[in-house]
C-alpha cells in the first residue's frame, strides 16, 4: 500500500484524489492509524451551539434556511440578549459540552453587534467553556476586538472547492472567505474552518475543499464536515433529487482523507448527523471523526438528541472530552 500520509508541504490535488480512490479498508487502516499517533482514538470533543441571530441573512448561499432570498418560512429573529445566551451555555455545560459556539446571520457584524458579541462571548467564558463565533465576514480591527474579549475560536468555512464556489454563493467569493480567515489567524485566534458535501458535486470538488482546508498554513485547529440537510425552499433543496445524495460511503471516505491530510486538527461531525445513523457515525468515528455538535439543535435544523448521542457513545466505548484529550502538544 502507498503511503501517502507522510507530511506534505502542500498537498496536491492528484494525491488528495489518490487517497479519495484507495480501497476502502486502506483508507481506513491509514486514517485510523493517522489518529491513533496524534489522538486517544475513543475521546470526542463535544461543542454545542445556539443562533443568536436567526434569519434574514442578506447572502445568498443556495443551501441555508437563513438566506433573506429564500422563502423557507423560517422567522427571521433579532439578535439574542446576553441572559438568554448564558442561560443556553450553562445548560450546555451541564450537559458536558466544552465548547461553545454561537452563530449569527449576518455577511458580517456591523460594530454595534459586535459589541454585543463580544459581552457575550465574556461572559461565557467566564463560566468556564472555550468560545467560538460564526458571524460571517470580518473587517480590520473586528477579530482583534473578539480575541480582546477572550475568543478562543472563529468559524468560518471554506463550504467547499474554489471552483465550485460560485455555483453556490454569488453574493461573496472565495477570496473573501480567505481574507477572514486571514484576519481571525492574526488576531490569534483559533480557526474552525471546514465545508459543506452533499450539494451535488464531484468528487473531484471534494478533494479540492479538502486539498484547500489541507493546504490552509498552518491548518484549522477545527475543521467541520457538513452534509447538506436539503431545507424546502432553499435552491439546493429544488435542485437536488434523492438520486443526487452523497453515497454514506463517500461521505466516509471524506472524513477519512480530511482526517490523513491535517491530522492534528479535530475533525468534526457536523450538520446532517442525524440523518446519518449510528452505522454510519461510527464508520465515521473510525475514520477520524472526533468531535460533534452535541445538543438537540444546530442553528435552524435537528441535530441527535443528548440522549441518543449518550447512547452511541456507551454503545462505542467512546468519551466525551475537550482538547485535553489530545496526545501531542500543539495548540
Ligand atoms: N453566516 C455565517 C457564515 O456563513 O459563515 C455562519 C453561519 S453558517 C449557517 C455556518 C455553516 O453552516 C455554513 O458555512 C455551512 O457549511 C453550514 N450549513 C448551513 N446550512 C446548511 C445546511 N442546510 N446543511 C448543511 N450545512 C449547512
Ligand atoms: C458549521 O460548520 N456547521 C455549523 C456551525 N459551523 C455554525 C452550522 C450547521 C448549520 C446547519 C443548518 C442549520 O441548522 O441551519
Ligand atoms: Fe448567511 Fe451564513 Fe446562511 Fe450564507 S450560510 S446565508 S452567510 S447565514
Redesign the pocket.
Known amino acids: 500500500m502507498n503511503d501517502l500520509t507522510q507530511p506534505a508541504v502542500a498537498w496536491s490535488l492528484a494525491q488528495v484524489e489518490a487517497l479519495f480512490a484507495l480501497p476502502f479498508n486502506d483508507l481506513m487502516f491509514q486514517a485510523q492509524t493517522v489518529h491513533r499517533r496524534n489522538f486517544d482514538a475513543n475521546a470526542v470533543q463535544l461543542s454545542t451551539l445556539l443562533s443568536i441571530k436567526t434569519g434574514g ?1 442578506s ?1 445568498d ?1 443556495g ?4 438566506s433573506a432570498r429564500h422563502d423557507t418560512g423560517l422567522e427571521r429573529e433579532k439578535l439574542l440578549d446576553v441572559t438568554q445566551v448564558l442561560e443556553a451555555a450553562k445548560a450546555a455545560k451541564d450537559a458536558g459540552a466544552t465548547r461553545f459556539c454561537m ?5 458580517g457584524p456591523k460594530d454595534k453587534d459586535l459589541g454585543a458579541v463580544t459581552e457575550m462571548v465574556r461572559e461565557v467564558k467566564a463560566l468556564g467553556l472555550e468560545t467560538c463565533v ?4 470580518l473587517k480590520p480591527g473586528q477579530a482583534e476586538e473578539l480575541k480582546a474579549a477572550g475568543l478562543d475560536y472563529y ?3 471554506l ?1 467547499t472547492a474554489s471552483e465550485f464556489y460560485g455555483q453556490v454563493i454569488t453574493t461573496h467569493t472565495h477570496d473573501d ?1 480567505l481574507n477572514t480567515l486571514s484576519h481571525v489567524r492574526n488576531a490569534g485566534i483559533h480557526v474552525c474552518c ?3 458535501v ?1 450539494l451535488g458535486e464531484s468528487r473531484r470538488v471534494r478533494a479540492g475543499l479538502i486539498m484547500e482546508l489541507a493546504n490552509l498554513n498552518p491548518q484549522p485547529e477545527s475543521v ?1 464536515i ?6 424546502s425552499g ?1 435552491p ?1 433543496a429544488a435542485q437536488l433529487g434523492a438520486e443526487d445524495d452523497l453515497d454514506p460511503l463517500e461521505f466516509v471516505r471524506t472524513i477519512a482523507v480530511a482526517r490523513i491530510t491535517m491530522p492534528a486538527s479535530h475533525v468534526r461531525l ?3 448527523r442525524r440523518e446519518l445513523g449510528e452505522a454510519v457515525q461510527a464508520l465515521c468515528f473510525l475514520a477520524g471523526a472526533n468531535s460533534v455538535f452535541y445538543g438537540d439543535r ?4 435537528g441535530n441527535p438528541d443528548v440522549d441518543a448521542d449518550e447512547a452511541l457513545f456507551a454503545k462505542l466505548g467512546l468519551k466525551g472530552e475537550g482538547v485535553q484529550g489530545r496526545r501531542c502538544a500543539g495548540h
Open positions: 441573512c447572502e448561499c443551501y441555508c434556511s437563513q452563530g449569527a446571520a449576518w455577511r460564526t458571524l460571517g465576514m468559524n468560518h468555512n463550504d472567505r471546514g465545508g459543506i452533499g467541520p457538513n452534509m447538506l440537510v436539503k431545507v432553499t439546493m457536523s450538520a446532517g444546530l442553528l435552524t435544523t
